[in-house]
């Protein structure tokens, strides 16, 4: 079998045009000042020893992690487990023996895969690149080191809303090189870890509530007669990132108040220009260190007139109220469908969906005007789980729409915004 280790700083420096060579060096002196805020080592030490806990009781001997940049994944356990956020590659995996250190198979060598040496050192000190693609090959190999080539190897989903795995050239080729494993695919393995949240994973959080706060002063900045929709999105994600966050969505769209036509923000924001007595109606999501909060509130140019602003003092903040009047512990996911009747009851309509969870990003428990969708292990609130109320509330015509959502933690005698964006019709 071909040699694929890493060569050590001592014997690469001096041939770094070869690119066997460049692609596995390790321990160089490259991004030795860089500074990454990481996790403690207890707190991965944490992770580690729950993910472990969870693998005796599924019988798995490994598990692969997978994370990419999508929506659904955002980093996924990928990141929980190496700190690492990923946007090379659809997904980039850890692979994780229930005996053993973990290893991060990265997408990328050179001097990339020392960066993230670097980046991922309070949690894993194995990082391999994938030599181009390898992914399965390298994976292998590690699976083998641990001594698991005939054992029971768990897949955690990249994509876990959809239900997708690893790629199938992945997957056929681990199947080639591992022919005596059993291959699992697992189902919301990693939800039901993060559902919950420690300490340090809520300070993110509440980091990602303030870049939400200040991707919305940008916005209110920005909105302009004359300005576009994709100009509010440009002032929104230069906000976030000079926080030193990562943009998840940026759902951004506007209408005359006078003869509104949107019930919900624009997923693809326009180059429509905004006019006076124009309405911007959004739902954005910002990222801190893979953790997600999101917000939404609408924005008017100029007095909302008198059917505008009847629609927010009579039904959209009060029927907000009641929903996020429902969050605490103890309290049951289907208060909030319950709540959200105050809508129908008040002769408007609303989109189907009240309230949804976040572990990285959106997902369960879920809170719909039809019913409560649930885990069956999250349909009570505990403290340190993590929701996005957003009723959207729609007139009965189906013309004039409002999403109003912040994100709140669960707390042990309550509930806690992350934002500071008030509950106000914003008129700029």
């Known amino acids: 079998m071909e040699d694929f280790t890493s060569t050590a700083w001592e014997q690469s420096r001096s041939s ?20 990454y805020a990481q996790f403690s080592r207890a707190e991965y030490e944490r992770r580690f020893a729950a993910l472990r806990a969870k693998m005796a009781e599924h019988d798995l001997d490994v598990v692969i992690c997978p994370g990419g940049p999508s929506h659904w994944s955002f980093g996924g356990g990928m990141l929980w487990l190496s700190g690492h956020w990923e946007w090379h590659c ?55 080191e641990a001594g698991a080539e005939r054992g029971r190897i768990g897949l955690l989903e990249v994509d876990p809303r959809h239900g997708d795995y690893l790629p199938a050239n992945q997957y056929l080729r681990l199947t080639e090189l591992l022919p005596e494993a059993e291959i699992v695919f697992t189902k919301g393995l990693m939800h039901e870890l993060v559902h919950v949240k420690s300490a340090e994973e809520l300070d993110c959080v509440r980091e ?105 003092d009579d039904i959209a903040k009060p029927g907000y109220e009641r929903v996020i009047g429902a969050i605490g512990p103890g309290r049951p996911v289907s208060d909030m469908v319950d709540a959200a009747g105050f809508f129908r009851d008040n002769g408007c309509q609303s989109r189907p969906i009240v309230t949804h969870g976040i572990d990285f990003v959106s997902d369960g428990p879920h809170a719909y005007v039809e019913g409560a969708k649930t885990h069956g292990y999250d349909d009570i609130l505990k403290p340190g789980m993590v929701l996005m109320p ?39």
């Open 390 to 428: 957003e009723p959207n509330p729609i007139s009965a015509d189906g013309r004039l729409g409002m999403f109003v959502g912040h994100t709140f933690i669960v707390t042990e005698d309550g509930r806690e915004c992350v934002d500071d964006w008030p509950i106000e019709l914003t008129v700029v």
């Open 90 to 144: 659809l997904c980039v995996y850890v692979v994780f023996p229930r005996d053993g250190e973990p290893t991060l198979v990265y997408g990328m060598g050179g001097t990339h895969i020392e960066a993230v040496r670097r980046e991922v050192s309070a949690a894993i000190s194995d990082v391999r690149s994938s030599r181009n693609g390898q992914f399965a090959e390298v994976m292998a190999e590690r699976i083998a």
């Open 208 to 312: 990602a509530g303030l870049l939400c706060t200040d991707a919305m002063h940008a916005i209110a900045d920005a909105a302009k007669p004359g300005a576009t929709e994709q100009d509010l999105r440009a002032a929104a994600g230069a906000a976030i990132l000079d926080g030193g966050g990562d943009i998840d969505f940026l759902i951004i769209g506007s209408t005359p108040m006078d003869n509104p036509a949107m019930v919900f923000g624009n997923p693809r924001p326009s180059l429509r220009r905004l006019s006076a007595g124009d309405m911007i109606i959004m739902e954005l999501a910002a990222g801190y260190r893979g953790y997600s909060a999101q917000i939404g509130q609408p924005i008017c140019l100029g007095p909302p007139p008198e059917p505008i602003r009847r629609f927010w």
């Open 16 to 35: 770094l045009d070869n690119g066997r060579t460049f692609a596995r060096m390790r321990e160089t002196p490259y991004y030795r000042d860089a500074v």
